[in-house]
């Protein structure tokens, strides 16, 4: 079953981010990119006197990074399985990698950060299944790189089966 409240949360969160940007100050969405760290991100955070209590201030992530962000899970560095790691502080100031996998910290696991997000929505855990579920292919283009605030939520509401 969809979880819709979390949905509607991400679309307005999207919305958000997007009137911020549209106003020229600095926004934490960035649906390119699963979840990325930028230093001058989180100068302009601070810059703009917006959130930088929070230690991952000048990440930017798209829906299913806020997704998996907002579920506890955690920016994960790595290239495979055998060498995954938690994103620590010191990475911060020398990172500027796209970050596709989360952490854990609870349980210790790591995981695509999309497998994540479908999961934190109800559906299935792999994008082909819930895409396949869904006899189209609206969950692939919720996570599409290219999609503006119009589309996420355009696209949310097909998968809600209502008005978000």
């Known amino acids: 079953m969809v979880n819709v409240p979390l949905l509607r949360k991400v679309v307005e969160w999207v919305e958000e981010q997007d009137r911020l940007a549209n106003m020229g100050m600095p926004s934490r969405w960035n649906q390119a990119e699963w979840m990325t760290y930028s230093p001058k991100l989180r100068e302009d955070i601070i810059a703009a006197q917006l959130d930088s209590s929070d230690p991952l201030c000048g990440t930017a992530m798209c829906v299913a990074g806020k997704i998996a962000f907002d579920a506890g899970w955690k920016p994960a560095l790595g290239h495979s399985n055998d060498n995954f790691r938690p994103l620590e502080g010191a990475d911060l100031e020398e990172e500027n990698d796209v970050i596709s996998h989360a952490y854990n910290p609870e349980t210790g696991e790591f995981k695509e950060i999309a497998t994540v997000a479908l999961g934190e929505l109800g559906l299935p855990h792999s994008l082909v299944a819930s895409i396949d579920e869904f006899g189209g292919k609206q969950l692939e283009d919720l996570f599409e790189l290219s ?12 998968i809600a089966g209502e008005p978000l």
């Not at 999609?147 to 097909?158: K, M, Q, S, T, Y």
């Open 147 to 158: 999609n503006h605030a119009g589309d996420v939520r355009r696209i949310a509401e097909v």
